[in-house]
């Protein structure tokens, strides 16, 4: 069985080891600063029988316990408040990223890493050049998550089945996000062919403003069952070698006219990353709308690096 380390047994982690282990994915280490990670371990492990899978779940406050992992997860750090925005997180959490990312280059030289923490696209960028990792092998998770909302939106908008709705979110994850419409389809069909213009501008502002509806509901902590699911998703792809084509932050090096920097971008998902990355024809507006998102990565990524 192959090895996940998770960094981080709060909401995200720990609900993300719960998918992995009831998809029977590999053996798993949870790590967190609290002793309560070793109890949410032992709890993931006693349903073992009743879910029907033979993983080993451990959970550890030794970044030791890591060693040799196939692929971690990071999702430790602080999460939002109401009324914050995704880089308000940005000076508590790269300290903690970083600590991870450190471990990781040291127990874990050959991982695949898969970035959740936020401000995601400035905390991937951190992890890449703390490890020195090859771009391939580290992947923010945003894009998925982005995607899987905007289409459940257009599915309750439209009333149809969930599983026919394909959609392309790509930038920051952040507030200047950049849903497609041109590449999200019902069944084949671009949603501009369904819904009138005034619909989908709404469903898009819906879509950029779905993390802080669920903070707002929340109140002390942000959303965890559709990140997790789009973690989950990840995993799997690189574990099976599935090769999806799914939306995640990657490192560009001219694609999209961008360099340096972390952005959501489609990417092919194999056994060693990040197999390819596709460069869309956009439309004026999405390229300008990709630009602001790009502007404010940038901004931030030199922030975090000071
Ligand atoms: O789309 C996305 N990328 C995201 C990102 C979707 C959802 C959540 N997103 C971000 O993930 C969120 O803004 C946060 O920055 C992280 C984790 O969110 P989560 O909801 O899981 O936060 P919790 O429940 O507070 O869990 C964080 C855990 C908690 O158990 C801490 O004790 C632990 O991180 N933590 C640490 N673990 C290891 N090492 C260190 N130093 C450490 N510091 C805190």
């Not at 709890?43 to 033979?54: F, R, S, T, V």
């Not at 019902?186 to 779905?210: F, H, M, Q, Y």
């Not at 490192?251 to 460069?279: C, H, R, T």
Request: glycine share 8%; hydrophobic share 40%.
């Amino acid at each position: 069985m192959k090895k996940i380390a998770i960094i981080g047994a709060g909401q995200v982690g720990a609900t993300t080891a719960h998918r992995i282990a009831e998809k029977g994915l590999g053996n798993i280490v949870l790590i967190d600063v609290v002793e309560s990670v070793k109890g949410k371990a032992l709890d993931l492990l006693e349903a073992a029988p009743i879910e029907g899978h033979d993983c080993r779940i451990i959970g550890s406050t030794d970044y030791k316990e890591i060693r040799d992992s196939d692929i971690v997860v990071v999702t430790a750090g602080l999460p939002r408040k109401p009324g914050m925005t995704r880089e308000d997180l940005l000076e508590k959490n790269k300290e903690i990223v970083k600590e991870a990312a450190e471990n990781i280059k040291k127990y874990a030289p050959n991982s695949i890493v898969i970035v959740v923490t936020n401000p995601l696209d400035v905390m991937s960028y951190l992890v890449l050049k703390t490890t020195g990792f090859d771009t391939k092998r580290v992947i923010g998770m945003a894009g998925i998550l982005d995607s899987t909302r905007f289409r459940a939106f257009i599915a309750d908008e439209l009333d149809v089945s969930k599983r026919d709705v394909d959609a392309m979110v790509l930038g920051s994850h952040g507030d200047t996000m950049v849903p497609i419409p041109e590449y999200t389809t019902v069944a084949g069909i671009p949603i501009t062919e369904l819904l009138s213009k005034e619909k989908i501008k709404e469903v898009i502002e819906r879509t950029r403003n779905a993390g802080a509806e669920i903070v707002s509901y929340l109140k002390t902590g942000s959303a965890y069952y559709a990140p997790s699911a789009a973690v989950a998703e990840m995993v799997e792809a690189i574990i099976n070698d599935s090769r999806r084509l799914v939306p995640a932050s990657a490192y560009l090096q001219g694609e999209y006219g961008y360099s340096d920097l972390y952005m959501g971008v489609p990417v092919k998902l194999g056994k060693n990353g990040i197999e390819k990355i596709y460069e869309l024809k956009l439309s004026k507006e999405a390229k300008g709308q990709l630009d602001k998102s790009a502007g404010i990565i940038k901004a931030n990524i030199k922030e975090a690096m000071k």
